[in-house]
């Protein structure tokens, strides 16, 4: 029974395309979270929603736009992929930012071309 | 500006050897200090907190406010430690859980 779920796992697509990913998770957890693990396995956040209002936006284009329809569910959508879009993305959600709730998703390896 | 750094990209040892990993932090406040690990195309379990002192699997790391280090430490390495391991920084009185990650050390234990 998954916590975190993302779909889709892998996803290859070229440049140019618009895209998205989704994480639902069935903890009842209020806050969800986008990190972006590079090439060089670098792990930094993206965004967080927290029932549903964006609570953070790091520096990040605004290519990517999170929409979050209920508190279990945030998406990711991407426009016009780049080359640089390559990476894997790590959906997250915990109980009120309590560190010991903090789950992750198994990530969507995005590739493009 | 809060950061953490993990100073090895990569740890090689041997099976039954002694294991450091690295990490030191950057912030004023009070922060709350993890260790999460990644196997092999798996997502990120949190392995430790330094809040809770605790010992999983075999793994230790103590919070050295004086050096700002969290360093990760298990007296004998196993093969299925083989795994990447973040270091990772919570403001303490954050609200919004946003982790701030190490660039991450990959443990290679070998047979």
């Known amino acids: 029974d998954t916590a975190v779920s993302q779909t889709p796992k892998y996803l290859v697509t070229q440049m140019g395309n618009d895209k998205s990913i989704k994480c639902e998770q069935n903890?009842?957890?209020?806050?969800m979270y986008w990190y972006k693990q590079d090439s060089k396995k670098f792990l930094k956040i993206m965004f967080s929603?927290?029932?549903?209002?964006?609570?953070i936006n790091e520096t990040v284009p605004n290519r990517f736009s999170p929409k979050s329809p209920d508190k279990a569910h945030l998406n990711l959508h991407i426009n016009s992929l780049e080359l640089g879009d390559s990476a894997v993305y790590f959906c997250?959600?915990?109980?009120?930012?309590?560190?010991?709730?903090?789950?992750f998703g198994s990530g969507t390896r995005l590739t493009v071309v | 500006a809060q950061r953490v750094t993990q100073p090895e990209k990569l740890l090689s040892v041997f099976k039954g050897a002694p294991v450091e990993l690295k990490c030191n932090y950057s912030?004023?406040?009070?922060?709350?200090l993890f260790w999460y690990v990644q196997y092999s195309r798996q997502r990120l379990q949190l392995l430790l907190r330094?809040?809770s002192r605790e010992s999983i699997k075999g793994f230790t790391a103590d919070l050295n406010k004086g050096e700002t280090s969290f360093h990760l430490k298990k007296p004998f390495a196993q093969e299925e430690d083989s795994a990447m391991y973040y270091c990772?920084?919570?403001?303490?009185?954050?609200?919004?859980?946003?982790?701030?990650f190490g660039q991450g050390t990959t443990l290679q234990v070998k047979p």
């Open positions: 997250a959600s915990t109980d009120k930012g309590a560190p010991r709730s903090y789950t």
């Open positions: 903890l009842g957890h209020d806050t």
């Open positions: 929603y927290n029932n549903k209002e964006l609570i």
């Open positions: 912030y004023s406040g009070s922060p709350e």
């Open positions: 330094h809040i």
């Open positions: 990772a920084l919570r403001r303490g009185s954050s609200n919004t859980g946003k982790l701030i």
